[in-house]
């Protein structure tokens, strides 16, 4: 689990993903590729919450590469200060108890089955360890303050801080591994 404190500076964000990239990798790299497409109880395969994943880092990574003054300028400026990693993930589970889902873009799609699963689970490993670095690349760009200054939206949630974006990223992220854990009874 990502140790943390409710400062939670840039540098531990970035320990944090570090930790949380090569967990989400290791933990879907050592299914068995019989377990990894398989959909149980109607519910995404293991394969489709990784995909769901790579779909949710990326415009992350995307929005905070944008100019500040855009971002502003889109977005307006937070009128509070960012809320701890507990709140945010609180925030979340109560949003899912009342029914939200996925939607739209962030929904997993395997069309069909891939002739080599083994390929196919490797390349989304790929996928995900380059959403993870970009995601960290473009984190090292950002100072701490600069990371309550700025808000983006929430599919679910509205409009975040930067801050908070990363937390409910880093908690998103560990929720969907927790989720294939159980489906599977680990």
Known sequence: MIAHNDTFSQTALIASFEQVNQEVASYFLSLPLDSFLKSP?????????????????QPVTLAMKLPRWLLGLLFGKPQSASRRFDQIKDTYQRTLANGAKASGRY???????????????NSLVL???T????????????RDENLDA???????LG??????????T??????HVNNVRK????
């Open 183 to 186: 489906l599977f009874g680990q």
């Open 170 to 175: 880093l908690y998103h992220d560990l929720h």
């Open 150 to 156: 700025y808000l983006l939206p929430h599919p679910l």
């Open 41 to 57: 109880s109607g519910k995404w395969s293991p394969a489709e919450n990784l995909l769901h994943l790579i779909k949710s880092v």
């Open 107 to 121: 929904i997993p799609t395997v069309h069909e089955l891939p002739s080599s699963p083994e390929r196919y689970r």
């Open 131 to 142: 959403a993870g670095e970009n995601l960290l690349a473009i984190l090292c760009d950002w």
């Open 159 to 168: 409009k975040l801080t930067i801050r908070e974006m990363l937390f409910f």
């Open 127 to 129: 996928k995900w360890n």
